[in-house]
T-cell receptor, first 117, second 111 residues
């Protein structure tokens, strides 16, 4: 398996533009997570899916952010309109279920570095 | 509210030394604790996961310990190598797939 695949790896856009980040999880993993990493705030969980269904989106910062998982092999994170404070590295991760303890070994993608000018 | 702290923020040691990275958390009601490694420009790689009922986990030159009562975990790296240079993050889970992350320790191993 090629691991978790994210695209684009780098995105530079201007304020107000729409940004779409993409993720292909590992085949067979039924949990998918979107994280954001910044120097100021560290790693933040934005949203996670189980079997393509959003389970917890409480970390999504604003209505400008939306995420979808139309099938088991693809997810998108969209920002519309983008703002300079959205500049960060966005990671996608997938995992198998961890049971009642919630323990799950995450496999991360390489990340999408977003710069909003 | 759970808070996770990692000290020091950065550490530089000569190759070959044994070293310890620290992680502390404020709420002992955790399900598990994980240690991750992050290389520059790359994603995170899971190193070790310790369940709340366990005291330690080992993988190769890495040993992670957990003391829930004191809210502490350590990651011990034996015989450090330049390839160990990376940022190491710990994260605790309260059982709802929400991981609370430390800010990480940036480790540099000097040849």
């Amino acid at each position: 398996d090629a691991g978790v695949i994210q695209s684009p790896r780098h995105e530079v856009t201007e304020m107000g533009q729409e940004v779409t980040l993409r993720c292909k999880p590992i085949s067979g993993h039924d949990y998918l997570f979107w994280y954001r990493q910044t120097m100021m705030r560290g790693l933040e969980l934005l949203i996670y899916f189980n079997n393509n269904v959003p389970i917890d989106d409480s970390g999504m910062p604003e209505d400008r952010f939306s995420a979808k998982m139309p099938n088991a092999s693809f997810s998108t994170l969209k920002i519309q309109p983008s703002e300079p404070r959205d500049s960060a590295v966005y990671f996608c991760a997938s995992s198998l279920p961890g049971g009642v303890s919630g323990a799950n070994v995450l496999t991360f993608g390489a990340g999408s570095r977003l710069t909003v000018l | 509210k759970q808070e996770v702290t990692q000290i020091p923020a950065a550490l530089s040691v000569p190759e070959g030394e044994n070293l310890v990275l620290n992680c502390s958390f404020t709420d002992s009601a955790i399900y598990n604790l994980q240690w991750f490694r992050q290389d520059p420009g790359k994603g995170l790689t899971s190193l070790l996961l310790i369940q709340s009922s366990q005291r330690e986990q080992t993988s190769g030159r890495l040993n992670a310990s957990l003391d829930k009562s004191s809210g502490r975990s350590t990651l011990y790296i034996a015989a450090s190598q330049p390839g160990d240079s990376a940022t190491y993050l710990c994260a605790v889970s309260g059982g709802n797939y929400q991981l609370i992350w430390g800010a990480g320790t940036k480790l540099i191993i000097k040849p």
